[in-house]
DNA sequence: ACCTGAACACCGTTCAAGT
DNA sequence: ACCTGAACACCGTTCAAGT
């Protein structure tokens, strides 16, 4: 039993940057942000804390690494068609991946060092714009515009945890039940009245909202 | 020098949830939300980190309390005027909220316990809204647009570092020298072009957005 | 009812040492 | 070049004890 420094035994492989990002997104996407920590992520991996530090000089350079992993996940604007078809398919695409990554809402826009493929998103959806016969300064307004209202949705889709209408619906009812209408009378009108019909779902005014920056976009644009 | 238990250094005065809530306050606004600690709070109050626990039941009790507190300071929609009037009144008076409070920004959305002047700020965005006409979907529609748009722009804001128009300018510099134009050739045109003319402002946006959804939503509302 | 120090189970990261 | 354990300076919170 003794000496077992045998060929099966060998060392681990060493990591991969990417790897080690893999696992520390799968980590957070399973147990959420909050779990995630350069301990437990060395032993989700089977290796030393310290080992961590040789791909990733802090935890902030992990989290830019993260973020940047997600990024490559967006669906670039598609170039052959329409400007408008080609910004709803990256919305749609950054809520798809936002609804993968929870965790990632908050710092997709809050970390101060993009990575490449974050580079390269931004880079093809102003590419897009200009493409489209978007003035300059017209450029500047859709990306401030439409970015704040990707964001912000799913900032706002995630703290009310509205995960399917039947969820919604319980969360509302608990609402209405812990506050009475005296109090806060048109939450409770627009909670009891629409929130709480049938068919309603939180996620439909995604598009809605996006429509109408996309419409208002469409007044600032030279027509082709 | 022995037995000094005299009047001058009696126990010092109990403290009040909202005292305790403005000094974590201005502790996130003087040193950043990252050293927000119960033991600093509690040392710069002068007393024991476990006294906190009389007034708060944890951490996230006194952040969504913080929260709550930053939520008061914000201006209810003014209800003698037009809605659009009162709408963009609110829109400035939460984005200078968040400018005191870069720290909230990520927060005011995001936490799951809303307290009663969330609730008060919100009934009263929804009573402007039903009282100008608005019927309860659009009501729906422009709730979500306007706070998705508001949050993401202060987060996106914050994150771009664009305190004044010279900072700004310096950034774009710098960002243009690290990433040569080929390999991100919209976003180094639009940086040149644009970003770096003089005049330009980032601030100016938000405006700009502002009333593009406004704009919008005058549309979905029968005309008085 | 309010306060508090000691202790516990965690963090991220520096350092010095190994291969 | 890569790996690693021990140690340091922090966390939030439980507990048991004080007034």
């Known amino acids: 039993m003794a000496e077992q420094q045998e060929s099966s035994t060998e060392a681990r492989a060493p990591w991969t940057r990417t790897q080690l990002l893999r696992a520390a997104i799968d980590l957070a996407d399973r147990r959420g942000i909050e779990s995630l920590s350069m301990r437990k992520l060395s032993q989700e991996l089977g290796g030393g804390t310290m080992s961590l530090y040789n791909h990733v000089s802090n935890k902030d350079?992990?989290?830019d690494g993260m973020i940047d992993e997600v990024f490559s996940e967006i669906e670039m604007p598609a170039h052959e068609r329409s400007w408008q078809v080609a910004m709803r398919g990256r919305a749609m695409s950054m809520r798809a991946a936002m609804?993968?990554?929870?965790?990632?809402?908050?710092l997709m826009e809050s970390r101060r060092t993009p990575g490449p493929a974050t580079l390269r998103h931004h880079d093809a959806v102003i590419g897009c714009l200009l493409d489209a016969g978007f003035p300059l300064s017209v450029t500047a307004h859709a990306f401030a515009?439409?970015?704040?209202y990707i964001y912000g949705f799913a900032?706002?889709?995630?703290?009310?945890a509205f995960g399917t209408p039947e969820e919604t619906a319980k969360l509302a009812q608990a609402f209405v039940v812990q506050f009475p209408a005296k109090e806060y009378p048109h939450l409770a009108r627009l909670t009891i009245e629409h929130v709480l019909q049938p068919g309603y779902d939180y996620a439909d005014e995604y598009e809605i909202g996006l429509n109408l920056?996309?419409?208002?976009l469409a007044k600032l644009v030279p027509q082709r």
């Not at 515009?145 to 704040?148: I, K, P, Q, V």
């Open 61 to 63: 350079d992990l989290l």
């Open 99 to 106: 609804t993968r990554h929870p965790w990632a809402i908050g």
């Open 145 to 148: 515009a439409l970015d704040s």
């Open 155 to 160: 900032l706002q889709e995630r703290s009310l």
């Open 213 to 216: 920056i996309l419409d208002g």
